[in-house]
């Protein structure tokens, strides 16, 4: 199965990460503000 990492999930990263996330793409996020990244860690990112 395909993983792709994202750092920055602002506008742009934030729309491309939950669009792969909700395809059953294997993510790895990070951002600076963790109240960010928590949706997609939640959602199994």
Not at 21 to 27: E, S
Request: charged share 20%; net charge positive; proline share 2%.
């Amino acid at each position: 199965m395909l993983k792709v990492g994202f750092i920055g999930l602002g506008n742009v990263g934030g729309k491309l990460a939950g669009s792969l996330l909700r395809n059953g793409v294997r993510l790895m996020v990070r951002d600076l503000d963790a109240d960010i990244a928590k949706p997609f860690l939640d959602a199994g990112a």
